[in-house]
């Protein structure tokens, strides 16, 4: 085989009270990319669709994560890149963390499978970093594996796979401004009180509990971040009123997805789901702000040959 056409998903980081660590996957908003053989040594990204991204190697996601696993494998020939980009950059669903996983899977793929999905997001880890300043997976992960996905460490990388409840739905609505994810970590404070860091990870441990249990209810007392989102939330217009709007519709809980300016609720059921939807459009709807929205289970695959 010496082409290979993948969907690589779109993704939700942070989950409210797991900053940095926790986040799930997409099953319906994600990239298309394609990647092929060819006799020229080197990586070489050919084609761009969708948005405006750099092609040479060492300035684009995706390029860098690929270098990095081309640099610790020895063959003879190189890999072209096509990138089909349906998430936009700056949403805070993962676009950057999609492109980074997309190429390393794909060129895994094409040589046989000799590295696993943590190793591959070790790679992938390289490109996120061009994006967003720091080195994290909390993106990466859920786009690799699918599923909700625990970070357990960077050095060395450990990644945890969450179980996701069967009746569990995300909707989540962007905005269409960009917030830049390097500009959103650095309004976040260095040092912050025990009595919040106690609640939250009180809160965090409740919630992976209740992923593993399918308890809704201890779900919905879960989803409460009160480190990062009364910083962040200020960078996203309206954010409360769609806080506010969800949680009277019957979702479980919302929260900024990423560094935003997305917002994602998770509910039981889908009835409830495209009622928070409905409760989500008619916020904006009021405004000048456009916006996209979706509707989807938890992708407990992630990435995937379309081909």
Same mark, same amino acid.
């Given at each position: 085989?010496?082409?290979?056409?993948?969907?690589?998903?779109?993704?939700?980081?942070?989950?409210?009270?797991?900053?940095?660590?926790?986040?799930?996957?997409?099953?319906?908003?994600?990239?298309?990319?394609?990647?092929?053989?060819?006799?020229?040594?080197?990586? #070489?990204?050919?084609?761009?669709?969708?948005?405006?991204?750099?092609?040479?190697?060492?300035?684009?996601?995706?390029?860098?994560?690929?270098?990095?696993?081309?640099?610790?494998?020895?063959?003879?020939?190189?890999? %072209?890149?096509?990138?089909?980009?349906?998430?936009?950059?700056?949403?805070?669903?993962?676009?950057?963390?999609?492109?980074?996983?997309?190429?390393?899977?794909?060129?895994?793929?094409?040589?046989?499978?000799?590295?696993?999905?943590?190793?591959?997001?070790?790679?992938?880890?390289?490109? %996120?970093?061009?994006?967003?300043?720091? %080195?994290?997976?909390?993106?990466?992960?859920?786009?690799?594996?699918?599923?909700?996905?625990?970070?357990?460490?960077?050095?060395?990388?450990?990644?945890?796979?969450?179980?996701?409840?069967?009746?569990?739905?995300?909707?989540?609505?962007?905005?269409?401004?960009?917030?830049?994810?390097?500009?959103?970590?650095?309004?976040?404070?260095? %040092?912050?009180?025990?009595?919040?860091?106690?609640?939250?990870?009180?809160?965090?441990?409740?919630?992976? #509990?209740?992923?593993?249990?399918?308890?809704?209810?201890?779900?919905?007392?879960?989803?409460?971040?009160?480190?990062?989102?009364?910083?962040?939330?200020?960078?996203?217009? #309206?954010?409360?009123?769609?806080?506010?709007?969800?949680?009277?519709?019957?979702?479980?809980?919302?929260?900024?997805?990423?560094?935003?300016?997305?917002?994602?609720?998770?509910?039981?059921?889908?009835?409830?789901?495209?009622?928070?939807?409905?409760?989500?459009?008619?916020?904006?709807?009021?405004?000048?702000?456009?916006?996209?929205? #979706?509707?989807?289970?938890?992708?407990?695959?992630?990435?995937?040959?379309?081909?």
């Amino acid at each position: 085989m010496n082409e290979i056409r993948i969907f690589s998903p779109a993704t939700v980081a942070n989950v409210a009270c797991g900053f940095d660590v926790l986040g799930f996957c997409l099953d319906s908003v994600g990239d298309e990319m394609v990647i092929r053989k060819v006799e020229r040594k080197g990586i #070489h990204i050919t084609n761009i669709e969708g948005f405006d991204l750099p092609y040479k190697a060492e300035e684009n996601v995706a390029g860098v994560s690929a270098l990095a696993m081309y640099d610790a494998i020895d063959v003879d020939y190189g890999f %072209e890149i096509e990138i089909y980009k349906n998430i936009k950059p700056g949403s805070g669903i993962g676009s950057s963390a999609a492109s980074a996983v997309g190429s390393v899977f794909g060129m895994n793929e094409l040589i046989g499978r000799p590295f696993n999905k943590t190793q591959l997001t070790e790679f992938a880890i390289k490109g %996120e970093a061009l994006a967003s300043k720091c %080195e994290h997976a909390d993106n990466l992960a859920p786009a690799m594996f699918g599923g909700f996905t625990l970070v357990k460490s960077i050095s060395p990388l450990e990644i945890l796979e969450i179980p996701s409840p069967q009746d569990l739905y995300a909707t989540i609505i962007h905005p269409q401004i960009e917030i830049k994810t390097s500009e959103a970590r650095a309004i976040l404070p260095k %040092e912050v009180a025990l009595s919040n860091a106690i609640t939250q990870w009180a809160n965090f441990g409740s919630l992976i #509990h209740g992923l593993h249990t399918s308890d809704y209810g201890l779900i919905q007392r879960s989803l409460n971040d009160v480190i990062v989102e009364p910083y962040r939330s200020q960078l996203i217009p #309206h954010y409360n009123e769609v806080k506010q709007a969800v949680i009277s519709a019957g979702a479980l809980g919302a929260g900024i997805s990423g560094s935003g300016p997305s917002i994602f609720s998770l509910s039981q059921g889908l009835e409830t789901a495209e009622k928070v939807k409905d409760a989500m459009s008619q916020v904006y709807a009021n405004t000048d702000i456009d916006f996209d929205i #979706h509707v989807t289970k938890i992708n407990t695959s992630g990435i995937k040959v379309l081909n």
